[in-house]
C-alpha cells in the first residue's frame, strides 16, 4: 500500500525592519504585527489539515511564524539548522536599488555571476540541504502531513530543485511570497506533485 506524506514548506511572515537592511541571518529579527496575522492565518488554513510534525529554520522570524502552527496541533516545534536563511555577503545593509551597498562600485565584484550566485551560498548547495531538510521531515510524518518554516531564497531554490527547473533565476520573478506555503506530495519516497498558496500575499 502506498505511504502518503504531505511537506508544506513555509515562507516566514513579514519582519519588523524598519532600517530596510538585508538582515539575512543576523540574529533578534522579529515578526511585525502584520507578519504575526500572517503566521496566524496560515495556522488557521492548516488546522483541520493532519499536522503531525513542524520544524523551522533557527531564526526567530521561522520559529515565531511556526509557533501558532504548532500549537494548532498540539506539536512542539523542532529546529532544522539547515531550513536557515542563505549567506549573503551584503547581509547587515541596505540594498534597494539606487541606494545602499549597490551604489559602491567596490561592491560590484560581488555581483560578477549571479548564476552561482557569486554574492553568497551557492543555488547547487542551498537546494542540496533544503532537499535534506525536506527528506528528513517527510519521513518523521511520514503517512502524515509535515510544515518546514524556511526563508525566501531558500524556499525558491528548494522549488526549483524539486521540479528540475534551472537554480539561477531573477530575485523578482520568485513564486514564494511572505507566509507563502509550498507543499510537496509524497508517495512513498517518491514526489509526485507540489502546490503553492498564498493567504495574505506580500
Known amino acids: ?12 511572515g513579514e ?19 502584520r507578519g504575526r496575522a500572517q503566521a496566524q492565518a496560515v495556522a488557521d488554513w492548516l488546522a483541520a489539515r493532519d499536522i503531525t510534525h513542524v520544524v523551522a529554520s533557527p531564526l526567530e522570524r521561522a520559529q515565531e511564524t511556526a509557533a501558532p502552527i504548532a500549537q494548532r496541533h498540539g506539536l512542539m516545534i ?12 551584503f547581509q547587515g545593509q541596505r540594498v534597494s536599488p539606487g541606494d545602499g551597498a549597490l551604489r559602491d562600485p567596490r561592491n560590484w565584484w560581488h555581483l560578477r555571476n549571479p548564476r552561482t550566485p557569486s ?15 525536506v527528506l528528513r521531515a517527510r519521513a518523521d510524518a511520514a503517512g502524515h502531513e509535515a510544515v518546514c518554516v524556511s526563508h525566501q531564497l531558500p524556499v525558491e531554490t528548494l522549488r526549483r530543485a524539486m521540479t528540475g527547473a534551472a537554480l539561477h533565476h531573477f530575485p523578482t520573478k520568485r513564486m514564494c511570497n511572505l507566509a507563502s506555503v509550498t507543499s510537496f506530495y509524497f508517495h512513498d519516497d517518491a514526489c509526485v506533485g507540489w502546490g503553492y498558496a498564498e493567504l495574505l500575499g506580500q
Open 119 to 133: 554574492w553568497g551560498e551557492p543555488y547547487r548547495q542551498i537546494a542540496a540541504r533544503m532537499t535534506r531538510a
Open 15 to 33: 519582519v519588523h525592519n524598519p532600517d530596510k537592511i538585508l538582515y539575512g541571518r543576523l540574529p533578534d529579527y522579529h515578526l511585525s504585527e
Open 1 to 12: 500500500m502506498t505511504e502518503q506524506t504531505v511537506v508544506h514548506v513555509m515562507r516566514h
Open 78 to 89: 523542532g529546529t532544522d539548522d539547515e531550513l536557515i536563511e542563505s549567506t549573503n555577503v
